[in-house]
């Protein structure tokens, strides 16, 4: 397997503008977590989902940013509109359901808003 | 509430000296504890983890930690550091879900960054 596959890995964008990060799990895996890493704050979970459902968004900052989970195989999140103080780098991981002790991390997306 | 503190924010040794980092944790409940590792740029690879059983673990690239509950910690260690090693170290502490048979959310501490002098 390929691992956790997030896209793009590098993103600039201007104040205002609305940005998508895209994570592609391990195939299987039935959890998902969006993780946000800044100097500030280190990592911290924005929001985790289980079989496309979200279980826990209460790392989720505010209202301008949103993520869903279409299905098994794909994750988004979004921010909108973006401001400076939102760059960070954002990764996401995955895990199989039961009995699993392991999260796999991407290789994460440095989000850069100028 | 669960949190992770990792007490030292720069460690700088020697090649071929050995390592220690420190973790201790806070956790309700008997914890799943992980060492990762972050090189520049690139995302973070778990070096090993304590779910249950013998309290001292075997992890990849010659890493070891030691759970000892009655101090809440999980101490990373390696007795003869490579420049490779150069890295920042996150230790977390995982919330277990499904009843206890499945790994939740992570909680990370801040990071311990490993420099490595030649």
């Known amino acids: 397997d390929a691992g956790v596959i997030q896209s793009p890995r590098h993103e600039v964008t201007e104040m205002g503008q609305e940005v998508t990060l895209r994570c592609k799990p391990i195939?299987?895996?039935?959890?998902l977590f969006w993780y946000r890493q800044t100097m500030m704050r280190g990592l911290e979970l924005l929001i985790y989902?289980?079989?496309?459902?979200?279980?826990?968004d209460s790392g989720m900052p505010e209202d301008r940013f949103s993520a869903k989970m279409p299905n098994a195989s794909f994750s988004t999140l979004k921010i909108q509109p973006s401001e400076p103080r939102d760059s960070a780098v954002y990764f996401c991981?995955?895990?199989?359901?039961?009995?699993?002790?392991?999260?796999?991390f991407g290789q994460g997306t440095r989000l850069t808003v100028v | 509430a669960q949190s992770v503190t990792q007490p030292d924010i720069h460690i700088t040794v020697s090649e071929g000296a050995s390592l220690e980092l420190r973790c201790n944790y806070s956790y309700g409940a008997t914890p799943y504890l992980f060492w990762y590792v972050q090189s520049p740029g690139q995302g973070l690879q778990l070096l090993l983890k304590?779910?249950?059983?013998?309290?001292l673990v075997q992890g990849i690239k010659g890493f070891e930690a030691e759970f000892k509950r009655s101090q809440s910690s999980f101490n990373l260690r390696k007795p003869s550091v490579h420049w490779s090693d150069a890295a920042e170290y996150f230790c977390a502490v995982g919330e277990a879900v499904d009843r206890g048979s499945t790994l939740g959310r992570l909680y990370f501490g801040r990071g311990t960054q490993l420099t490595v002098w030649p």
């Open positions: 989902f289980n079989n496309n459902v979200p279980i826990d």
């Open positions: 991981a995955s895990s199989l359901p039961m009995t699993s002790t392991e999260a796999f």
């Open positions: 304590y779910f249950s059983g013998d309290t």
């Open positions: 195939s299987g895996h039935d959890y």
